[in-house]
Structure formats: C-alpha cells, structure tokens
C-alpha cells in the first residue's frame, strides 16, 4: 500500500539550514508537496514539485526529487523562529488529487 | 489565509450525536477535499467533491457523509459519534483535481 515516512523531529539553530527529510512509495505519484502546520492552525503550502522534476527553489525553500529512491527533501536556508512548525510530506496518489500525508516532520529552531 | 473558510472552529458533544461540518472553498475552486487528522491516524483523506459530485472516497466510515452544494460549499454529516471520533477535520479546496489544495483552519471536534 502507500506510505509516506518522515523523520518525527528535527532541532536546528537560528540561522543554520534545515534539511527535512521523506520517503514515499508510490512511484505513480505525479507530484509531491510540502504543508507547514502551526499550533491550532491549518496546513499552509509551502512549495510543490512535478515528478519530472529534480529540482524546485523558491525564496529560503528548496526542493530536492530523487526519484529512483523516491526521497523528497525540503531545505528551509537561514532558518527563523518563525519556520518552528510541523512541516508535512504528502505526494498525490490519484487523478482525482488525493493526498497521502505523512506523519509530520516537527521543527524546532532553536536562538 | 487560504480563503477556505470552515465553522465551527470548534465543537463539543457526546457519544452518540450528530454534527454537521460546514466548508466554503475559495471563490472558483471546484474541488472539496475533506481530512481527518488525530493523534494515532494522522493526516487521512476522506472524501472529494468535484462541482458537486463525489468523486473519489478514502477511509471514511460509514457514519459519516458529505455532499457538496450548488453554490459549492460542503457538508461533512457525523453520527453516531464515538469517543474515537474526536479529531481535527480540514477541508481543502482545488480550482481542479490537478491542482493545489488549499487547507481551511479545521473544525476540532471534542467527543465526551
């Protein structure tokens, strides 16, 4: 069946880099995003990327695709504060746009 | 903000009742997604929408329904509620299958 795994927990310094991690199984999935969650909010997104693609930079984020070990990572440069959050892998299963999430990457950035 | 908006932010009831979860999804998006996020199950897809029809289901219980409306907002109808019932639910929205889902602000649901 599909799954989606990322590492629980990550602590990273102000202003250090950060690397979150996942691995998925379904090698039909057309694209793979990242969601941040905040305390008592929703999913934000932060960034996307096509499955024909290695690579997707937009501002602080960088996306990296390997697909023939199906690793997705996400690098957060110049890490903040505020980047302190549960940030989630989910890669699209099916035409219709289902998501299959994993269980939460939770990211404390330390002063 | 998403533009996703969904009432109530929260909601307390018991064992046995039914509630009614209510979605709007940004102006244009056809799309509906409904979530369920707790502590042991995590994030799982439940049902979508698509201009009113349904169009793909996931683990959704046979308790629970939605439907979505003509002017696009959605419904997701719980019953028969169980303690285990108790969880985050999200809606999120897509101008299409094909595209992005944008998450609303959940409705937490307490089931005592």
């Known amino acids: 069946g599909e799954d989606v795994e990322q590492s629980l927990f990550l602590s990273v310094r102000e202003g250090d880099s950060s690397v979150i991690n996942c691995t998925y199984t379904?090698?039909?999935?057309?694209?793979l995003y990242w969601y941040k969650q905040e305390p008592g909010a929703g999913l934000q997104l932060l960034t996307y990327?096509?499955?024909?693609?290695d690579m997707k930079q937009d501002q602080r984020l960088t996306v990296l695709l390997n697909k023939k070990d199906k690793h997705l990572s996400l690098r957060i440069a110049d890490t903040q504060t505020g980047d302190s959050a549960i940030y989630f892998c989910?890669?699209?299963?099916?035409?219709?746009?289902?998501?299959?999430f994993g269980a939460g990457t939770q990211v404390v950035v330390t002063p | 903000d998403s533009g996703v908006t969904q009432t109530p932010k929260h909601l307390i009831t018991a064992t046995g009742q039914r509630v009614t979860l209510r979605c709007s999804p940004r102006?244009?998006?056809?799309?509906v997604y409904w979530y369920q996020q707790s502590l042991d199950q995590g994030l799982q897809f439940l049902i979508q929408?698509?201009?009113?029809?349904?169009?793909a289901k996931g683990n959704i219980l046979e308790r629970f329904s939605a439907q979505q409306f003509p002017d696009l907002h959605s419904e997701l109808n719980l019953s028969s509620l169980e303690l285990g019932d108790s969880a985050l639910y999200f809606c999120?929205?897509?101008?299409?299958?094909?595209?992005?889902?944008?998450f609303g602000p959940g409705t937490r649901l307490t089931v005592l």
């Open positions: 999120a929205s897509a101008e299409s299958s094909y595209n992005e889902q944008f």
């Open positions: 990327i096509f499955s024909n693609m």
């Open positions: 989910a890669e699209r299963t099916d035409s219709w746009g289902k998501l299959q």
């Open positions: 929408y698509y201009n009113g029809e349904e169009r």
């Open positions: 102006s244009g998006d056809l799309s």
């Open positions: 379904d090698s039909s999935s057309t694209y």
